[in-house]
């Protein structure tokens, strides 16, 4: 009994041994382990038809095609990006009125929180 309690014992010590190695910390730009698109800011928050609007947040494609910006049904023209920031020119027939900004990048689709109101001169 004793020899079977201490087998026991000293099965259950050495399969509770903590590993050595480290979990690696995942870099979140890696594909497989894509980081959220996600709107945190559009600058400014009021302007123009054609104006030029920055809008900063995560997930952005590095590949200025490749992110598909639209204030309401218009199509903004992305300029430059980075995976944190757009710039983009709005149309110049856009329609005075309040619009959501609206980012579609890696196959996701984010929305800016605050609209943009595009002011006709």
Do not use: H, Q
């Amino acid at each position: 009994m004793k020899k079977t309690l201490l087998l026991a014992l000293a099965g259950i010590v050495f399969s509770c041994s903590k590993n050595d190695t480290p979990a690696p910390n995942p870099d979140p730009g890696v594909p497989g382990n894509p980081v959220t698109l996600r709107i945190s800011s559009v600058s400014p928050e009021i302007g123009d038809p054609s104006a030029t609007i920055t809008i900063t947040g995560t997930g952005f494609n590095l590949n200025a095609a490749a992110n598909e910006v639209k204030a309401g049904n218009y199509t903004a023209a992305v300029k430059t990006a980075s995976a944190t920031t757009l710039v983009v020119t709005l149309p110049a027939d856009m329609e005075g009125g309040l619009y959501d900004i609206i980012v579609k990048a890696n196959n996701k689709v984010a929305t800016s929180e605050d609209a943009f109101l595009c002011m006709r001169w």
